[in-house]
């Protein structure tokens, strides 16, 4: 079993920058490919951002390429988000999650998580 916790979220004007940080427990971190997601009102969860056991493979999704950076430190079980340039279209509840999936370096498919967390709002005003 293994617990996320998000932190970092909150209210932020179009430019600016925020980290997310997901703190695990339980089980080894450094076990677990991990990941961030993000649900905005009335649209689906979609794939932002993964990262290798390792930490040395990143993934993005298109539309936060370059602006957006993932990192681990598996010394301190955290996974985070660095987001900057923000845009009011990044607006949403932001997920991570931890994947146990063997033999794939990052995951981007929601449905190979095997543990989330409760989600931290990102807000970014125009």
């Known amino acids: 079993q293994v617990q996320l916790v998000e932190s970092g979220g909150g209210l932020v004007q179009a430019g600016g920058s925020l980290r997310l940080s997901c703190a695990a427990s339980?089980?080894?971190?450094?076990?677990?490919?991990m990941g961030w997601f993000r649900q905005a009102p009335g649209k689906e969860r979609e794939f932002v951002s993964a990262i290798s056991r390792s930490g040395i493979t990143t993934q993005y999704t298109d539309s936060v390429k370059g602006r957006f950076t993932i990192s681990r430190d598996n010394a301190k079980n955290t996974v985070y988000l660095q987001m900057n340039s923000l845009k009011p279209e990044d607006t949403a509840v932001y997920y991570c999650a931890a994947s146990a999936a063997i033999g794939i370096t990052t995951v981007t498919r929601g449905s190979q998580y095997d543990y989330w967390g409760q989600g931290t709002q990102v807000t970014v005003s125009s």
């Open positions: 339980g089980r080894t971190f450094s076990g677990y490919a």
